[in-house]
């Protein structure tokens, strides 16, 4: 683990919120799309139980509801304007900063990793702003996402980005021990922007972010992160 000065990314993220203006024209809805059919069968049960008074089975249904509605939700950000900025990929907490191997590129990198937990916007988004080089899809296991195991042993989905200034970015979608299913919408030869939303992990899970070594990491081991808003660390080019 780095030695680094710890510096507060809830700090950084609650400045972002007050000095940069929401992004225009949000391309998704609040309510993602992957959960509208999970939403819809709660809520038909949910409903279905009250008509019937079985008050405590609809009770249950209801908070079960209230929780996929919660779980799904997919709320707009804004995007720093720091074009060397290395945005967190998803909400959640840094687990990891460390100075490895990047096992997709083979090459010495700054590994940042952020674990979500159920409670978390599970919307995943480009970290740069990039043209997606590579796609890699491994099946795995389903070991809990915090561990440092699960970047190697778990199901995952990885894509090479490279940035307009010929820096490579690895981001990888890592499945947890809920989380069974991952959803990467992007594919080589696509364009991403800063903050562009390319995949989404269902239930609880991971994302790692592997830099060139020279990147400097502004994010430290258990700090809050906010997909976009947030600042990981800074490239070097």
Request: aromatic share 10%; with cysteine.
């Given at each position: 683990?780095?030695?680094?000065?710890?510096?507060?990314?809830v700090?950084?993220?609650?400045v972002l919120?007050?000095?940069?203006?929401?992004?225009?024209?949000?391309p998704?809805?609040?309510?993602a799309?992957?959960?509208?059919p999970?939403?819809?069968i709660a809520?038909?049960?949910?409903?279905?139980?009250?008509?019937?008074?079985?008050?405590?089975?609809?009770?249950?249904?209801w908070?079960?509801?209230?929780?996929?509605?919660?779980?799904?939700?997919d709320p707009?950000?804004?995007?720093?304007?720091?074009?060397?900025?290395?945005?967190?990929?998803?909400?959640g907490?840094?687990?990891?900063?460390?100075?490895t191997?990047d096992?997709?590129?083979d090459r010495?990198?700054l590994?940042?990793?952020?674990?979500?937990?159920?409670?978390?916007?599970?919307?995943?988004?480009?970290p740069?702003?990039?043209?997606?080089?590579?796609?890699w899809?491994?099946?795995?296991?389903?070991?809990?996402?915090?561990?440092?195991?699960a970047s190697?042993?778990n199901?995952?989905n990885a894509?090479?980005?490279?940035?307009?200034?010929?820096?490579?970015v690895?981001c990888?979608?890592?499945?947890?021990l809920i989380?069974?299913?991952?959803?990467c919408?992007?594919?080589?030869?696509?364009?991403?922007?800063r903050?562009?939303r390319?995949?989404?992990?269902?239930?609880?899970?991971?994302?790692?972010?592997?830099?060139?070594p020279d990147?400097?990491?502004?994010?430290a081991?258990?700090?809050?992160?906010?997909?976009?808003?947030?600042i990981?660390?800074?490239?070097?080019?």
């Amino acid at each position: 683990m780095l030695g680094l000065p710890r510096r507060s990314a809830v700090l950084n993220s609650a400045v972002l919120r007050f000095r940069l203006p929401l992004v225009t024209n949000y391309p998704h809805p609040i309510l993602a799309r992957e959960g509208w059919p999970f939403l819809g069968i709660a809520l038909v049960i949910a409903v279905a139980l009250s008509l019937t008074t079985w008050w405590p089975l609809a009770a249950l249904a209801w908070l079960a509801a209230l929780f996929i509605a919660q779980f799904f939700r997919d709320p707009p950000r804004r995007v720093p304007a720091d074009a060397k900025a290395v945005l967190s990929p998803a909400d959640g907490k840094i687990v990891v900063v460390e100075k490895t191997r990047d096992p997709y590129l083979d090459r010495e990198a700054l590994k940042i990793s952020v674990f979500m937990n159920v409670f978390n916007v599970h919307s995943n988004r480009s970290p740069v702003d990039a043209e997606v080089a590579n796609a890699w899809y491994s099946a795995g296991s389903f070991v809990n996402a915090a561990l440092d195991k699960a970047s190697l042993e778990n199901e995952r989905n990885a894509l090479q980005l490279r940035t307009p200034t010929g820096v490579d970015v690895t981001c990888v979608q890592i499945a947890g021990l809920i989380a069974r299913r991952i959803l990467c919408y992007a594919k080589p030869g696509d364009k991403l922007a800063r903050g562009e939303r390319y995949g989404f992990i269902r239930f609880g899970s991971r994302v790692d972010v592997y830099l060139p070594p020279d990147a400097k990491p502004r994010a430290a081991v258990g700090d809050k992160v906010y997909a976009t808003e947030t600042i990981l660390a800074d490239l070097a080019h």
